[in-house]
């Protein structure tokens, strides 16, 4: 399966896909999202420090948001083909919702905490303080989460036809 196949299948969430078409892809979107991730974040931090060299206290939530669209658009692009990948090892497409939530999760920690920092009105050190805590778990929840899904991505699929179909 080619970049093209993968691109027309981005909402077909049904069937298997073997190691050796789903890696590929994975390779590609990865690169491009670090990217547009990249020119995303370069849209966010120049404002921010234009705004606080200012005197101004921008509003990073709303900063963000071309960053945290980036992330979205690229967890909705490698949804099916790792649905499919898990459907291939027998076991349902559902493994994956923890790690893209944990991850949306830390983004909109992230921009919280910011705003907290940059704008610091009446925020408690304790407050500061449960916000980081709050940032760092969710960090390390989305990392075991992302290092298992890989894990179990990189297995070996089942080689007889499961519930999910026959093999790729």
């Known amino acids: 399966m080619n970049l093209a196949d993968h691109l027309r299948r981005l ?10 078409a789903f890696w590929p892809y994975v390779g590609v979107m990865v690169a491009v999202s ?17 705004a606080v060299e200012a005197g101004n206290m921008p509003n990073v939530l709303v900063a963000i948001s071309p960053f945290f669209l980036t992330v979205l658009a690229f967890v909705a692009m490698l949804a099916a083909a790792v649905v499919r990948r898990l459907h291939d090892r ?6 994956a919702l923890p790690t893209p939530l944990l991850l949306m999760g830390g983004v909109v920690a ?11 009105a009446g925020i408690e050190d304790e407050t500061f303080a449960g916000l980081f805590a709050v940032l760092l778990l969710l960090n390390g929840l989305y ?15 089942q080689p007889r036809s499961n519930r999910f179909g026959p093999p790729p």
């Open 90 to 95: 027998g076991v349902s497409g559902w493994w």
């Open 11 to 20: 909402s077909d969430f049904s069937g298997r896909e073997s190691r050796r």
């Open 110 to 120: 992230f921009g919280i905490e910011m705003n907290a920092f940059l704008g610091g």
């Open 34 to 50: 670090f990217l547009a991730m990249t020119l995303a974040m370069s849209a966010f931090v120049l404002p921010v420090i234009l």
């Open 143 to 157: 990392i075991a989460s992302l290092s298992g899904l890989t894990t179990v991505l990189c297995l070996p699929g």
